[in-house]
């Protein structure tokens, strides 16, 4: 059956599929970046004098109301207005080159099949069988989604007989300060980073072969932790004062609340497209590029 689909056109398929989520995912963003820097910018002008809560009264949606966040199984495990769009945007490219291998095969009864579709918001549940089936998470990160973080992607697999054959995945907030406006806007380039893979042909990154390190080892590596679902407090918390709890949690938000006004501050003074384009951290400024 994998030799029934081409899967170099598939492939074709899926990183539009993929890019095309990614721009709703990139508008949004620099919605939410223009509206954080004009009401920082007006605050600024009048000199500090109005809370956030009265800067956010607006007669038009904010950011947040666009969202429209759900929770699913936990407080972290969580649904946005722009989960679904991505989904049902991925599943119309998808569906339109299904529908097309589909009436090719239809016409030799021996070779006929139809497509599936495993996806994080529409069809969770569609079990995986031996078909052809596409497999997508259409925002893969939604809690660093939710909160602007650049470490959210879109997932696209297709499957056949339950063995992964192709994959997608793009970052469009990783690299994006080398790509200008127009360049986002752009059918043929790439904002961000650009992971594809066919089974047995290699893995590449916006087109360059990449592969692992064979000199990768632990006591060296990176180690990246994202927000955790269904999270448990270990066997040494639980006897803890709840009080002393509730003094480290205060102490905590209030060093969260003075870091996040002083980054809103330096981003109204920089609205520009882009999440990584300043360096935040000084004393890594000779070392690190633009960007990084």
Known sequence: MQEQVDLEKALVVAIKAAQSAGNIMLEFY???????????????????SHTTGELAASPKPTPVDLLDIKTKSSSTDLVTYYDKLCDETIMKILQRFN????????NEPSEAFSFHFITEELTP???????????VDPI?????FVHGGCDCCISIGLAIKKQTVLAVVYCPFLSIVQHSVEDLRSTSAVAGELYTAIRGKGTFLNG??????????????????????????????????????????GQKHRKVVEAAGHIREQLAMHPVQGIRSMVLVPSFSRRLPRGV
């Open 208 to 249: 360059q072969p990449i592969r692992v390190s064979a000199d990768a080892l632990p006591n060296t590596a990176l180690v990246a932790f994202n927000y955790p679902m269904g999270a448990r407090l270990s066997a040494a918390e639980m006897p803890s004062d709840s009080a002393q709890v509730g003094v480290l949690k």
């Open 140 to 144: 893969d990160g939604t809690m660093s």
């Open 125 to 135: 549940d569609t079990p995986l069988t031996d078909e052809p089936t596409w497999i």
């Open 30 to 48: 620099q919605l939410r970046r223009e509206d954080t820097a004009a009401k920082m910018m007006r605050l600024l002008k009048e000199g500090g």
């Open 99 to 106: 529908a097309k291998v589909e009436d090719e095969k239809r």
